[in-house]
């Protein structure tokens, strides 16, 4: 369990490690979904879901980081929500050890493909990186490419 908010920050500032991609389709599209959810409570409940359902060590790495991050935006009880679940997902992080998802985008819809392009569009970077991550580049050229096939 997380005892102080100094005990957050050090989990967060430790980070997944560098091997995990977070552009993975599957991941992007839950990332993007999980937004749309406006009680704390069901945001953490969906992204957790996708992780029980996609066991990889991979989607570890990208739920916990989420779920760190996301809980810096918030304030007291609903902080503390993503503390607890932050505390519980490295209490559990030798479950997952699955294979990571198939990273096909021709298997994505049209309309999932889109959703992700436009919020990855408008990602800033500036408060983390000097320049936009070469990842970052690279799936957005991945995700033009073949939206431009179904045009």
Same mark, same amino acid.
């Given at each position: 369990?997380?005892?102080?908010?100094?005990?957050?920050?050090?989990?967060?500032?430790?980070?997944?490690?560098?091997?995990?991609?977070?552009?993975? !389709?599957?991941?992007?599209?839950?990332?993007?979904? #999980?937004?749309?959810?406006? +009680?704390?409570? =069901?945001?953490?409940?969906?992204? &957790?879901?996708?992780?029980?359902?996609?066991?990889?060590?991979?989607?570890?790495?990208?739920?916990?980081?989420?779920?760190?991050?996301?809980?810096?935006?918030?304030?007291?009880?609903?902080?503390?929500?993503?503390?607890?679940?932050?505390?519980?997902? !490295?209490?559990?992080?030798?479950?997952?050890?699955? #294979?990571?998802?198939?990273? +096909?985008?021709? =298997?994505?819809?049209?309309?999932? &493909?889109?959703?992700?392009?436009?919020?990855?569009?408008?990602?800033?970077?500036?408060?983390?990186?000097?320049?936009?991550?070469?990842?970052?580049?690279?799936?957005?050229?991945?995700?033009?490419?073949?939206?431009?096939?179904?045009?």
């Amino acid at each position: 369990m997380i005892n102080s908010f100094l005990d957050f920050i050090q989990i967060i500032e430790s980070g997944p490690p560098a091997r995990t991609n977070k552009f993975s !389709i599957a991941w992007q599209i839950v990332r993007t979904n #999980a937004k749309d959810q406006k +009680d704390p409570d =069901k945001k953490i409940q969906y992204v &957790l879901n996708f992780l029980r359902q996609n066991p990889s060590r991979e989607n570890y790495d990208r739920v916990l980081n989420w779920v760190k991050m996301t809980g810096v935006a918030y304030k007291d009880d609903i902080r503390k929500k993503f503390e607890d679940a932050t505390a519980k997902l !490295i209490s559990t992080k030798d479950e997952y050890q699955g #294979a990571d998802n198939d990273n +096909d985008l021709s =298997k994505t819809s049209t309309a999932e &493909l889109t959703k992700v392009y436009k919020d990855l569009k408008k990602r800033k970077y500036g408060f983390q990186f000097k320049s936009v991550p070469k990842d970052h580049v690279e799936f957005m050229k991945a995700l033009e490419d073949e939206l431009a096939k179904r045009s």
